[in-house]
C-alpha cells in the first residue's frame, strides 16, 4: 500500500523559506510521477509542481516558476520554497501516479496523496 507523509510546514514571514518535504513507501515508485498540489481556504486545489522519480523532468504552475524547486533524493521528495508571498497560504499535497514518466497537472489522475502540510505566510 503506497504511503506518502508530509512535512515540513509551518508559518513563515514573507519573502521567507521553506522546505517541505514527502516521504514515499509501500512500493516500487521507479514508474511514478510525484506532485505537490496546494488548497488556500475557500479555493479549489491547485496543482504546484511535479518531477518524474528520475528527475529528470519537472514542471511547475506558473506562478511558482522561480521561486519553487521540487526535487527527489531516494524515497523523499522535497518541495523547496523560497521568497514566499502571503498568496502562497495553503493546505500542501503530495501525490503520487504511476504515469511512467508523463507530467500530470490534474488532481484526478492522481491516486495517492498524504494528509497535508499547512503553509502559512504573514505579510
Known amino acids: 500500500q503506497v504511503q506518502l507523509v508530509e512535512s515540513g510546514g509551518g508559518l513563515v514571514q514573507a519573502g521567507g523559506s521553506l522546505r517541505l518535504s514527502c516521504a514515499a513507501s509501500?512500493?516500487?515508485?521507479?514508474?511514478?510521477?510525484i506532485a505537490w498540489f496546494r488548497q488556500a481556504p475557500g479555493k479549489e486545489r491547485e496543482w504546484v509542481a511535479t518531477?518524474?522519480?528520475?528527475?529528470?523532468s519537472t514542471d511547475y504552475v506558473d506562478s511558482v516558476k522561480g521561486r519553487f524547486t521540487i526535487s527527489r533524493d531516494k524515497n523523499m521528495v522535497y518541495l523547496q520554497m523560497n521568497s514566499l508571498k502571503p498568496e502562497d497560504t495553503a493546505v500542501y499535497y503530495c501525490?503520487?501516479?504511476?504515469?511512467?514518466?508523463?507530467?500530470?497537472?490534474?488532481?484526478?489522475?492522481?491516486?495517492?496523496w498524504g494528509q497535508g502540510t499547512q503553509v502559512t505566510v504573514s505579510s
Open positions: 518531477i518524474t522519480w528520475t528527475g529528470r
Open positions: 509501500g512500493r516500487t515508485f521507479s514508474d511514478y510521477v
Open positions: 501525490a503520487a501516479d504511476r504515469a511512467f514518466g508523463s507530467i500530470r497537472i490534474k488532481d484526478y489522475e492522481y491516486d495517492y
